[in-house]
């Protein structure tokens, strides 16, 4: 029996033996070649897809003060994933994160925080001069922080509206238009990552296409108040300008050093994390054993080294300062 491409070549081969005046059999051998080559390459592309995270809102409309929610879900394109960093770009001057919370199907532990309770002081970075790139940032991965074991990685669709991997709460803070998005490849230390292990090494498999959310937070109508009279601003008096004293040169800071950023990018992540996780429960002698992630340095890989690096997990290099 033969399979798809066989009797795509073989048809064609037909085609051609009634067509010899118009080709050769070398003509027609280099058309069925490059037929099944255009063939394979449109099956493997159709197999293959691209990894990405899937948004949804629980209320696209809201009211300043009001809370909604956004579930986070995961597209793994067909592969295994370990562990994911989330980053979400907001406007904080219209909304605030106020929590994140791990979905009932998917990964078991959640960073930055203890026990699975975000710490959104760690979490959340507003943008000061442009509100609209404020981040929330946080991590998921393969991992029980109680049974201290691996837990499954995810493989498969993960919708958000009914098997998200995370839930984030946000609040209406004033009326205004907000987009909730992920925030894509930019200098690979603040972009979002899914991670897969490709022999012993984190890779990041995220696309570029992922789900962005809008939300419009509107305000109740309210009567126009009576305008007051505006008093007459009494000028205050000219102080004389005080000298400046004479600066002194600033000592040359100190390159900025992460204890545990393997990947030496200047970022503590998930990437990180999985290196050390990835090797859990080895010990001198065993091939998966490495010192550098040996973080106590007992001779094994343990609950305590994978503790050690997610309390770091956010920490990254701004010029020679360490930035939680």
């Given at each position: 029996?033969?399979?798809?491409?066989?009797?795509?070549?073989?048809?064609?081969?037909?085609?051609?033996?009634?067509?010899?005046?118009?080709?050769?059999?070398?003509?027609?051998?280099?058309?069925?070649?490059?037929?099944?080559?255009?063939?394979?390459?449109?099956?493997?592309?159709?197999?293959?897809?691209?990894?990405?995270?899937?948004?949804?809102?629980?209320?696209?409309?809201?009211?300043p003060e009001e809370t909604f929610t956004v579930a986070v879900g995961l597209d793994t394109a067909a592969e295994s994933v370990?562990?994911?960093?989330?980053?979400?770009?907001?406007?904080?001057?219209?909304?605030?994160?106020?929590?994140?919370?791990?979905?009932?199907?998917?990964?078991?532990?959640?960073?930055?925080?203890?026990?699975?309770?975000?710490?959104?002081?760690?979490?959340?970075?507003?943008?000061?001069?442009?509100?609209?790139?404020?981040?929330?940032?946080?991590?998921?991965?393969?991992?029980?922080?109680?049974?201290?074991?691996?837990?499954?990685?995810?493989?498969?669709?993960?919708?958000?509206?009914?098997?998200?991997?995370?839930?984030?709460?946000?609040?209406?803070?004033m009326p205004g238009d907000a987009s909730i998005e992920i925030a894509g490849i930019q200098d690979g230390t603040t972009d979002?990552?899914?991670?897969?292990?490709?022999?012993?090494?984190?890779?990041?498999?995220?696309g570029t296409a992922s789900d962005v959310v809008a939300i419009a937070v509107v305000a109740l109508a309210s009567p126009t108040?009576?305008?007051?009279?505006?008093?007459?601003?009494?000028?205050?008096?000219?102080?004389?300008?005080?000298?400046?004293?004479?600066?002194?040169?600033?000592?040359?800071?100190?390159?900025?050093?992460?204890?545990?950023?393997?990947?030496?990018?200047?970022?503590?992540?998930?990437?990180?994390?999985?290196?050390?996780?990835?090797?859990?429960?080895?010990?001198?002698?065993?091939?998966?054993?490495?010192?550098?992630?040996?973080?106590?340095?007992?001779?094994?890989?343990?609950?305590?080294?994978?503790?050690?690096?997610?309390?770091?997990?956010?920490?990254?290099?701004?010029?020679?300062?360490?930035?939680?």
């Open positions: 029996m033969f399979d798809t491409k066989s009797r795509i070549i073989t048809g064609l081969f037909h085609i051609l033996r009634g067509k010899r005046a118009l080709f050769t059999w070398s003509t027609g051998l280099t058309i069925c070649l490059l037929l099944v080559i255009a063939i394979s390459r449109y099956i493997a592309e159709a197999q293959t897809g691209t990894a990405r995270f899937l948004l949804h809102a629980s209320s696209t409309q809201v009211l370990v562990g994911v960093d989330v980053v979400l770009r907001f406007n904080s001057d219209v909304l605030e994160v106020a929590d994140v919370t791990l979905g009932a199907n998917g990964y078991s532990t959640l960073v930055p925080g203890q026990n699975n309770l975000i710490d959104l002081v760690q979490a959340v970075s507003i943008n000061f001069q442009d509100p609209t790139q404020s981040q929330l940032e946080f991590g998921l991965l393969s991992f029980n922080q109680d049974t201290e074991l691996l837990t499954d990685p995810l493989n498969g669709i993960f919708d958000p509206t009914t098997s998200p991997i995370a839930i984030v709460t946000f609040r209406a803070l979002a990552n899914i991670v897969i292990i490709s022999g012993s090494q984190p890779e990041d498999i995220l108040p009576t305008p007051s009279p505006t008093p007459t601003a009494t000028p205050d008096p000219t102080l004389p300008p005080t000298p400046s004293p004479s600066s002194s040169p600033a000592p040359s800071a100190s390159p900025c050093i992460l204890a545990y950023d393997f990947n030496h990018d200047n970022l503590i992540d998930i990437r990180d994390v999985i290196q050390v996780t990835s090797r859990w429960n080895s010990r001198t002698g065993n091939p998966k054993y490495n010192s550098l992630y040996d973080t106590d340095s007992d001779g094994d890989i343990d609950i305590v080294d994978i503790q050690r690096v997610v309390s770091t997990w956010g920490q990254r290099c701004n010029g020679a300062e360490i930035e939680s």
